[in-house]
């Protein structure tokens, strides 16, 4: 069974204080690796898919990386509008999707 | 371009009414998903629709039922609800299954409140 981990639960950061999110994950055949934000009562946001371990792609102020067990959200310099639950998934065949619990972040001025 | 629709926004219904939640795919689209979010927890996927044919389906009751259409909307039917079917009801579309192109886009979600 396919089983994805967020850590931290909760991460409070102050602007500019720069941090990562982690995602373990355990799956029969990767066929890829998704990050997603999820804004309060939205659907989440579409952010990053990685395919193969030692990828890496940026958007704005988030970095993901991806090794065999597990992939980083890195976040340089955020900003109090970075403020969101960031999730994880893996996609377990034919693109159903195996979220994680999520990290809420929480980025004060 | 217009993304992922669903309908209703909200919904409250009581213990043992049905309820039918309604999704539009991206334009091009032939993937649908869905997938239930309790608060506080990630979501979890009921079903998936590729070309009018079920694909996939997650550990739900028989009472969740789905189905899609020519023009690759989606409906989930939810029958004798449930306290606990009280969720945000998230719809996503990908454009093909099989490829690398399977990243899903995910609408703003039907909250419904069962009382």
């Known amino acids: 069974e396919d089983q994805v981990t967020q850590s931290p639960e909760a991460l409070r950061l102050q602007e500019g204080e720069s941090s990562s999110l982690n995602c373990s994950y355990t799956?029969?055949?990767?066929?890829?690796l998704f990050w997603y934000r999820q804004d309060p009562g939205k659907g989440p946001e579409f952010l990053f898919t990685?395919?193969?371990a030692g990828e890496e792609k940026e958007k704005e102020r988030l970095k993901a990386t991806l090794t065999k067990k597990e992939s980083f959200l890195h976040i340089t310099a955020p900003k109090p509008e970075d403020s969101a639950t960031y999730l994880c998934?893996?996609?377990?065949?034919?693109?159903?999707?195996?979220f994680g619990k999520g990290t809420m972040l929480l980025v004060s001025p | 371009d217009a993304g992922v629709t669903q309908s209703p926004t909200h919904l409250i219904k009581t213990r043992g009414q049905h309820v039918t939640l309604r999704c539009s795919p991206i334009?091009?689209?032939?993937?649908v998903s869905w997938y239930q979010q309790v608060l506080g927890q990630g979501p979890q996927f009921i079903f998936q629709?590729?070309?009018?044919?079920?694909?996939g389906r997650g550990n739900f009751p028989d009472r969740f039922s789905a189905r899609q259409f020519p023009n690759y909307s989606s409906e989930l039917n939810v029958n004798a609800l449930l306290l606990g079917d009280s969720a945000l009801y998230l719809c996503?579309?990908?454009?093909?299954?099989?490829?690398?192109?399977?990243?899903?886009?995910f609408g703003p979600g039907t909250r419904l409140l069962v009382l």
């Open positions: 334009s091009g689209h032939k993937s």
């Open positions: 629709y590729y070309e009018k044919e079920e694909r």
């Open positions: 998934a893996v996609n377990s065949g034919y693109s159903t999707l195996t």
């Open positions: 990685l395919y193969s």
């Open positions: 799956v029969s055949g990767l066929r890829g």
């Open positions: 996503a579309s990908s454009p093909v299954l099989g490829t690398l192109q399977e990243t899903q886009y």
